[in-house]
């Protein structure tokens, strides 16, 4: 039978047509396609966690923005502080998982796709270890299959304009130009205690009476008392540079006692004034943390 020329493309197109097809239908790399276009994602918000209970107006802030930004997205939360997880057991009954458990309850779920959004202000210990418990979470049988991670608050040149900008936002706005203000950031052994020597730079070429300084790193309040006298700057507002206001805030930074930060300060002679509110109560901050988590689920 002597077929046409059209009829022979015809049945060739059909012939490759259907390889392609067979292919896609039992090739392993194009299943994995299709399954991550199917798989069912999740977030996963993961902060050092607090056990007082005025800070946790900060963490319920980050879970309301996030909830508005992707409504439809499973969003669960693990704290990476295990002493905190044990302490909330232990008073108030509430277990909240560490980032491994959650991640394990997530795959046996079914979400086969998960964003970790970091809450951490730097990434030093607390976020180096939580990218190793992600990377163990990737091609679980029968769990997780992809896991991305969603940087600290401040890890890029760019994270630190455009959070410099947002702490900028949230100075008290009585504050006259030649008063200072101090932030009081956690601080590292890590070599990611760096971010905060760093994040000086920024402030400084916006306003050199804004001082950032740690509580177990450098700079300390020892340092920021220096430049204070070389300025001879009498009026300092106190803000915390963490997430939550909790135990840090509350009483290394504004506490009645004598080794405060409040209290050293006083002593030096300074007026000083306390703002106890955490990074995460102010919208334009949780922005930046919302922007890292969007790349993340992204990159799903
Ligand atoms: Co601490």
């Known amino acids: 039978m002597n077929l046409s020329r059209t009829a022979r493309t015809f049945l060739t197109l059909a012939v490759v047509a259907f390889f392609v097809a067979t292919l896609i239908i039992v090739s392993p790399v194009f299943a994995a396609h299709g399954e991550s276009a199917t798989g069912k994602k999740a977030i996963l918000l993961v902060a050092f966690g607090t056990s007082v209970p005025e800070a946790q107006p900060a963490l319920r802030n980050i879970d309301e923005e996030v909830r ?3 409504p439809k997205t499973e969003v669960r939360w693990a704290y990476t502080a ?6 909330l057991l232990k008073e108030e009954g509430r277990r909240i998982d560490s980032p491994a458990e959650a991640l394990a309850k997530l795959g046996e779920e079914g979400f086969s796709h998960v964003a970790v959004q970091s809450l951490h ?13 992600i990377r163990a979470f990737h091609n679980m049988p029968k769990g997780t299959q992809k896991v991305t991670l969603g940087t600290p608050l401040l890890t890029s040149h760019e994270d630190m304009q455009r959070a410099t900008d947002a702490l900028f936002s949230i100075f008290p706005k009585e504050r006259k130009p030649c008063e200072a203000v101090v932030l009081m950031g956690h601080g590292t052994h890590h070599a ?9 730079h920024y402030l400084s070429r916006k306003d050199t009476n804004v001082f950032v300084g740690t509580v177990e790193g450098y700079p300390s309040l020892d340092d920021i ?11 300092v ?16 930074m504004a506490g009645p006692e004598e080794d405060s930060w409040a209290s050293v300060l006083k002593k030096e002679g300074v007026t000083v004034r306390c703002t106890l509110k955490g990074t995460a109560e102010y919208d334009s901050i949780v922005a930046r943390w919302i922007a890292h988590l969007q790349s993340a689920f992204a990159r799903l």
């Open 68 to 70: 508005k930004a992707f």
């Open 82 to 87: 295990k002493i905190i997880r044990k302490k």
């Open 121 to 133: 202000t730097i990434p030093g210990e607390e976020f180096h270890a939580l990218s190793r418990i």
């Open 192 to 200: 990611g205690n760096i971010y905060y020597p760093g994040l000086q």
């Open 225 to 235: 008392i220096a430049e204070l006298r070389a300025k001879k700057i009498t009026n």
């Open 237 to 252: 507002w106190l803000m915390p540079l963490m997430s939550v206001a909790g135990d840090h805030a509350r009483n290394d």
